[in-house]
């Protein structure tokens, strides 16, 4: 069974630009979350999405946005790039909402100059 | 809020030895999920061990195994064998049992291992 894939895996963009990232959860994985990794902060969680609703979101300003579609596959948005956006960006997908394991994607690396 | 602390950055073992990861949290809750994730260089996130804070009973998984003290908050990572594949970021991690905040991370360890 294939994991989970995001693309793309490196991205960079300048400051005030528009960015949107791509996960596919592993086959029949219906739960698609999103974390953030940088150095300063680690890993924060910025939102999750089930049933092409979103259930939770991190504290993260509302640059950050994303959806879920019927088959699961999630973006994620960020608007009006700012430096510290720079980061490590995870998709994690679970069976189910609330579902105690996770199993995280390669990544996409996103550098904003 | 749920905190979690991984209280050594760095830690160093010689191959087939044991190390022990050390992990502490805080929460008032009394249901939720404890995991072990091991970053290594490429990035990608495994899921090394997990626990469920109902269960007394310690996880374990072949070399990997948990020592978990609910009451003092503690959940350490024992390896024992170390391999040089072990060599990467560990991280401990924290989830409720309603899941509202997604994972809680500490901040990391990062395991070296000596051949």
């Known amino acids: 069974k294939a994991g989970v894939t995001q693309t793309p895996r490196y991205l960079i963009k300048t400051r005030g630009q528009q960015v949107t990232l791509s996960c596919s959860p592993i086959?029949?994985?219906?739960?698609v979350s999103w974390y953030q990794q940088t150095p300063g902060q680690g890993l924060q969680f910025l939102f999750e999405?089930?049933?092409?609703?979103?259930?939770n979101k991190g504290n993260f300003p509302g640059r950050f946005s994303g959806r879920q579609f019927s088959n699961s596959r999630s973006e994620m948005n960020v608007s009006t790039l700012e430096l510290g956006d720079s980061a490590l960006y995870l998709c994690?997908?679970?069976?189910?909402?609330?579902?105690?394991?996770?199993?995280f994607g390669p990544g996409t690396r996103l550098t904003v100059l | 809020a749920q905190t979690v602390t991984q209280s050594q950055p760095e830690m160093s073992v010689q191959e087939a030895e044991t190390v022990t990861l050390s992990c502490t949290y805080d929460?008032?809750?009394?249901?939720?999920?404890l995991f072990w994730y091991k970053q290594p260089p490429s990035r990608q996130m495994i899921l090394v061990i997990r626990q469920e804070a109902y269960k007394q009973q310690n996880a374990t998984e072949n070399r990997f195994s948990v020592n978990f003290q609910k009451a003092a908050k503690s959940f350490s990572l024992k390896i024992s064998d170390s391999q040089l594949g072990d060599a990467a970021m560990y991280f401990c991690?924290?989830?409720?049992?309603?899941?509202?905040?997604?994972?809680?991370f500490g901040k990391g360890t990062h395991l070296i291992i000596q051949p």
């Open positions: 999405y089930f049933s092409e609703t979103q259930r």
């Open positions: 929460t008032s809750e009394s249901d939720y999920y």
């Open positions: 994690a997908s679970s069976l189910a909402y609330q579902h105690n394991e996770q199993f």
């Open positions: 991690a924290y989830r409720s049992f309603g899941g509202a905040d997604g994972l809680t």
């Open positions: 086959s029949g994985h219906r739960s």
